[in-house]
């Protein structure tokens, strides 16, 4: 064969290999694009469920406390309760009769992506065929009675605002401290469970994600959202006409400076100051972005998210409205020893789960296996040393390195943070070849332990955090033999 037919073959398995790999996209493309109907519509249906349960046990909660708060003033002045309350039933019932026609949208810009890429998907030939378009048909009904319970939800926290500010003014004085505190309450964490199912709205899955990204890829998708979407609807998106909105939207944003007018201008001003001003608007914007910064961390603490909602004035606990898995931390750590009169060299390698009661403190069950690597290098031989039961809390602590605030270290937020670790476990310490010689809780050793733990939060794939650990085993005096008192562990949590 020469040199000739050689390139011809090379280029030839060249085009064979693009072909198929064309080919390999196209058909997961296509797959992708066939699943996402079914997905968006479940992910809809989930959460539409579960903020209408939400919703409706809130209202029964507001419902139940007014009744007891009307209770109370009564016993004080009855003719001021009725003033105040009135008829609680009755306007509890008016409210849920309201909620069932929700006032104005508010844009929710995952909402919009799911609704508009739907409907794209159902005037194109993308998704041919009767059963599609069915499915195309069922999903937008579910997003859109998701859309109606998130109007429904906002306008319940309206509601919930106002009352609050009236109760307030008529309550202060009275004793209802207690009481008002408790509505501060439920509005923010109601306020959470609202963000966090609109995080979740937002967390595509993989299939999901490969079709928004094939649709943003497309021209034609690009133009539909431009022209129907809601965000379209609400503002004139670049390269629109403005008469295309009607003249009103188009009208409204006349006379507005844009960005590169704004720049422009500050250009002039800057540069007729003089050589030194450039340096000093430098320093003061770095400036007052450090402020900026520092007010936003601050806020976020007390638990505000947007212009919206109001400081809590309460310390709030952000692991309420998380589901349950999600409150669940899991992690590893190893710690090794060296041999002795009674042990080879081993390693403990545990593995565990916490669960986060709140931003501060965490319990949690594990367990951990010893292996044994053998005397020394010279003699390595890979055994069963034991098995371990655990169980743990932690408490945070306020870190005198300032781990709580954003450093400028590679390790970015909570670099540093320290914890009071304390547990109980049961090792069995000896040496075993099958199961069966593990029964019998009297073979196992009980450690009590106390200690510190250092985290450090990586920004690393697999690992979330790293934990190093020093911790006294009180009870190691009363084992036989006597195991180290002071263990020093690393671990990691995913």
């Known amino acids: 064969m020469n040199l000739k037919q050689v390139i011809l073959l090379s280029v030839a398995i060249l085009l064979l290999l693009v072909v198929r790999s064309q080919n390999t996209i196209n058909a997961s493309a296509i797959k992708a694009l066939k699943a996402y109907p079914h997905k968006v519509s479940d992910k809809a249906d989930q959460l539409e469920q579960k903020l209408d349960k939400k919703t409706a046990k809130l209202l029964q909660q507001l419902h139940r406390q007014e009744q007891k708060m009307k209770a109370k003033l009564g016993k004080i002045d009855s003719v001021r309760a009725e003033t105040v309350f009135g008829d609680v039933d009755s306007r509890y019932k008016q409210l849920e009769e309201k909620l069932k026609t929700p006032g104005a949208q508010k844009y929710i810009s995952s909402l919009d992506t799911m609704s508009s890429s739907l409907k794209f998907l159902q005037g194109s030939k993308l998704l041919p065929g009767e059963q599609s378009q069915k499915q195309l048909s069922e999903a937008t ?55 966090e199912y609109k995080s979740m709205l937002s967390d595509h899955k993989k299939m999901e994600r490969k079709t928004i990204e094939l649709l943003n890829s497309s021209k034609m998708f690009k133009d539909f959202m431009r022209k129907n979407s809601m965000l379209a609807s609400l503002f004139r998106l670049p390269g629109d006409n403005p008469s295309s909105f009607g003249g009103a939207g188009g009208g409204s944003l006349a006379g507005l400076q844009t960005r590169t007018q704004v720049n422009n201008f500050v250009q002039q001003q800057i540069a007729a100051a003089g050589p030194d001003a450039r340096q000093q608007f430098s320093q003061n ?210």
């Open 141 to 195: 009904n579910k997003v859109k009675g998701l859309e109606g319970q998130f109007q429904k939800a906002e306008d319940l926290k309206r509601f919930l605002k106002e009352r609050r500010t009236y109760l307030k003014e008529q309550l202060g004085q009275l004793g209802f401290a207690k009481e008002l505190k408790q509505l501060n309450k439920k509005a923010h964490y109601y306020n959470q469970q609202l963000n």
């Open 285 to 494: 914007i770095q400036a007052a972005q450090a402020e900026l910064n520092q007010l936003k961390d601050k806020i976020t603490k007390l638990g505000g998210n947007n212009s919206e909602e109001e400081l809590p004035d309460f310390k709030p606990n952000s692991q309420k409205t998380k589901s349950f898995w999600k409150r669940i931390e899991l992690g590893t750590n190893i710690q090794s020893q060296k041999s002795n009169g009674y042990f080879p060299v081993t390693s403990d390698i545990g593995l565990s789960a916490g669960y986060k009661l709140n931003d501060r403190s965490t319990i949690g069950i594990g367990s951990s296996y010893k292996v044994g690597w053998g005397q020394n290098i010279k003699q390595i031989n890979i055994t069963h040393q034991g098995v371990g039961l655990r169980s743990f809390m932690e408490w945070k602590l306020t870190s005198p390195f300032g781990g709580d605030r954003r450093s400028g270290t590679k390790f970015g937020k909570g670099a540093g943070s320290f914890w009071l670790s304390c547990g109980y476990e049961m090792n069995y310490r000896s040496e075993f070849k099958r199961i069966e010689e593990l029964k019998g809780l009297y073979a196992f050793q009980r450690s009590g332990l106390i200690g510190l733990s250092k985290v450090v939060s990586l920004k690393a794939k697999f690992f979330k955090k790293t934990k190093l650990q020093l911790l006294w085993d009180f009870l190691s005096y009363q084992q036989m033999p006597r195991t180290q008192p002071l263990k020093f562990r690393i671990g990691y949590n995913f």
